[in-house]
T-cell receptor
């Protein structure tokens, strides 16, 4: 079945440093979604990318969807302590129009 | 408005007991999902309900797991004869339309510990 891999599994940065997490799917995705889960919290939707090569920005966050629609990245510029949490990517497996396969996430910690 | 709510927030049970977990989706959301999240892991899809259609139960890990959705709103996930490996956070999510493109709104989860 479809696999969604994320790297790195963990990332610790100093406040102000940049951070990037990468997401790779074993199959082509019709779209990819990103969620953030704060420690002890539940996943919260951040963004959805649909088009090949799409780039979207949310303040200091930049999301990219690869040309082949099999990979994606999330880049945070000048991290802040409020960025702490686990970032998950998720995409629908082939033939599904509602299931999402989630990656295992990247846990970001920020040292103030 | 109110988000997705789940109860109980925490549940400790003994191995072999049955448990029921409840999810109240956002009012008007027709799609409802159950996921399981083990410590340090991603979200494992369990089951999906959409309106009055037959649910997709393909993610349920064993026949000890079942779920219902009454009146197209509240859902209950039941785990019979719980095992220690069932310990996890059970998350419910709802969305407003059939298409996967719609945002999934997650509840706070139920933390289940099987002793």
């Amino acid at each position: 079945g479809q696999q969604v891999m994320q790297i790195p599994q963990y990332q610790h940065v100093q406040e102000g440093e940049d951070f990037t997490t990468y997401c790779n799917s074993s199959t082509t995705l019709s779209n990819i979604q990103w969620y953030k889960q704060r420690p002890g919290g539940h996943p919260v939707f951040l963004i959805q990318l649909v088009k090949s090569g799409e780039v979207k920005k949310q303040k200091r966050l930049t999301f990219q969807f690869g040309e082949a629609k099999k990979n994606s990245s999330l880049h945070i510029t000048a991290t802040q302590t409020t960025d702490v949490g686990t970032y998950f990517c998720a995409g629908p497996p082939g033939g599904s129009n509602y299931k999402l396969t989630f990656g295992k996430g990247t846990l970001l910690t920020v040292n103030p | 408005g109110a988000g997705v709510s789940q109860s109980p927030s925490n549940k400790v049970t003994e191995k072999g007991k049955d448990v029921e977990l409840r999810c109240d989706p956002i009012s008007g959301h027709t799609a409802l999902y159950w996921y399981r999240q083990s410590l340090g892991q991603g979200l494992e899809f369990l089951i999906y309900f959409q309106g009055n259609s037959a649910p997709d139960k393909s993610g349920l890990p064993s026949d000890r797991f079942s779920a219902e959705r009454t009146g197209g709103s509240v859902s209950t996930l039941t785990i019979q004869r719980t095992q220690q490996e069932d310990s996890a956070v059970y998350l419910c999510a709802s969305s407003s339309r059939l298409a996967h493109q719609e945002t999934q709104y997650f509840g706070p989860g139920t933390r289940l510990l099987v002793l």
